[in-house]
């Protein structure tokens, strides 16, 4: 992703190069390139709309995986996606980098998160248990990661608590899933 005669790093570094890179079909221009995009590329009136069942409703049988919908949201609103697209990535030798808080922005989705690390703002969980730090798209609370829970969590990254009921916790940041999958009913699969 650099070129070997001067060490420049091969990086996006319009609104136009971010949107040609960004695109499923990528440019081949920017084939071996970082793929940057900022948030100032996006409309002002940019918004999202979750839509997330008030009362969890566990389903018949877990997805098998995170759906379109993508993992839930923050309390802050910013979108926790599913996995980055590996194949994609790899196939088109290009990497758009995470900052921080395991988020990037892509002219499509806006500013999302593909890992969580301890950026997020948290409400207190009963009895001490690891806090929340948002909702998943079927309605369950999800949790910081927590080392003492990771051992009795279901294929989705959930369990039962007693004072807490059903939630999930955060997979670690190099996971590359947030969740595994949903348990409960969501509006898309
Ligand atoms: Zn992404
Ligand atoms: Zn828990």
Do not use: W
């Not at 940057?36 to 566990?58: G, K, M, N």
């Not at 990037?104 to 989705?109: G, K, L, Q, Y």
């Amino acid at each position: 992703m650099y070129d070997p005669a001067t060490g420049r790093i091969n990086v996006t570094d319009t609104q136009e190069a971010c949107e040609a890179a960004a695109r499923p079909d990528v440019d081949p221009r920017y084939v071996n390139h970082c793929v940057e995009c900022q948030i100032s590329y996006l409309p002002a009136d940019t918004t999202i709309t979750y839509v997330v069942p008030v009362r969890p409703v566990s389903a018949d049988k877990a997805s098998g995986r995170v759906g379109r919908g993508g993992v839930g949201f923050a309390y802050s609103g910013v979108k926790m996606d599913g996995p980055a697209p590996v194949d994609a990535i790899l196939g088109a030798h290009m990497l758009a980098p995470f900052d921080d808080c395991g988020g990037h922005v892509n002219p499509n989705a806006g500013y999302h998160l593909h890992a969580v690390t301890d950026c997020l703002k948290t409400v207190p969980s009963a009895d001490g248990h690891a806090p929340a730090i948002g909702i998943a798209m079927d309605g369950y609370t999800i949790h910081q990661r927590d080392a003492e829970a990771a051992a009795d969590l279901d294929r989705c990254g959930g369990h039962t608590v007693e004072g807490i009921g059903y939630h999930y916790h955060a997979a670690e940041p190099g996971a590359n899933a947030i969740l595994g999958c949903h348990t409960g009913e969501t509006s898309s699969r």
